[in-house]
């Protein structure tokens, strides 16, 4: 089982940055394929970025240029630095994880692909 603990949420103003931090348990099969979603309010859960163990990355269109993730696999961590916030950024954020999946060419905003959640971590970002 895999297990996800995240950090860093919180409440900033537009144009401000924010590091979200998770870390996973559970062997690293299972956490080969990591990532960041979003739940804002009356949307859908939507991919934000995500990235494998090697280091391939997906970063979404709306938060190209803003928002890096990257890995520390040592810690079995995975860290979403987000700068230049916008209003339009405020959401529930979750972690996941799950092995590669079998004919994947790289990693992809596709919730699908995740097998774990962590509990969600709120983002709240204001005019």
């Known amino acids: 089982q895999v297990q996800l603990v995240e950090s860093g949420g919180g409440s900033v103003q537009a144009g401000g940055s924010l590091r979200l931090s998770c870390v996973a348990s559970?062997?690293?099969?299972?956490?080969?394929?990591m990532g960041w979603f979003r739940r804002a309010p009356g949307k859908e859960r939507e991919g934000v970025a995500t990235?494998?163990?090697?280091?391939?990355?997906y970063i979404a269109d709306s938060a190209k240029g803003r928002f890096t993730i990257s890995r520390d696999n040592s810690n079995n961590m995975v860290v979403l630095q987000m700068n230049n916030l916008k209003p339009e950024d405020t959401a529930i954020y979750y972690c996941?994880?799950?092995?590669?999946?079998?004919?994947?060419?790289?990693?992809?905003?596709?919730?699908?692909?995740?097998?774990?959640w962590g509990q969600g971590t709120q983002v709240t970002v204001s005019s």
């Open positions: 990235i494998y163990r090697i280091g391939s990355t």
């Open positions: 996941a994880a799950g092995p590669i999946p079998r004919g994947s060419v790289g990693p992809t905003g596709n919730e699908a692909d995740f097998l774990y």
């Open positions: 559970g062997d690293f099969y299972r956490t080969n394929y």
